[in-house]
C-alpha cells in the first residue's frame, strides 16, 4: 500500500488490491484511529478519525483532489505535498 503523503502524525495511502473499490477513495492512519475518505464528496465513508484529524484530511484532499483522482484512475501513485 503505497504511502502518498504524511503530515501531522497522519500517513494517508492508496491501495490497488482486487478487493478495492468505488468510490475512490484514500486511507488515513493516525496512531490508533482508521479513515477511510471518499476523494470526491470528503466525506469520511469508514472509520474513526478525530474530528480535528478529519477537518485536517478534508482540507488536504480538497488540494489535491484532481492529482488524488488521477492516481486513482491511471494507478501511477506518486507522493504529494503535506499540508502546511
Do not use: C
Amino acid at each position: 500500500m503505497p504511502t502518498i503523503s504524511r503530515f501531522y502524525g497522519m500517513i494517508v495511502k492508496m491501495y490497488f488490491f482486487g478487493s478495492e473499490h468505488n468510490p475512490p477513495h484514500i486511507h488515513v492512519v493516525y496512531g490508533e484511529y482508521i479513515g477511510v475518505i471518499d476523494i470526491r464528496t470528503l466525506a469520511m465513508l469508514e472509520g474513526d478519525l478525530p474530528d480535528k484529524a478529519l477537518k485536517l484530511v478534508k482540507e488536504w484532499v480538497s488540494i489535491h483532489q484532481k492529482a488524488l483522482l488521477e492516481m486513482w484512475e491511471s494507478q501511477n501513485i506518486h507522493t504529494l505535498p503535506p499540508l502546511d
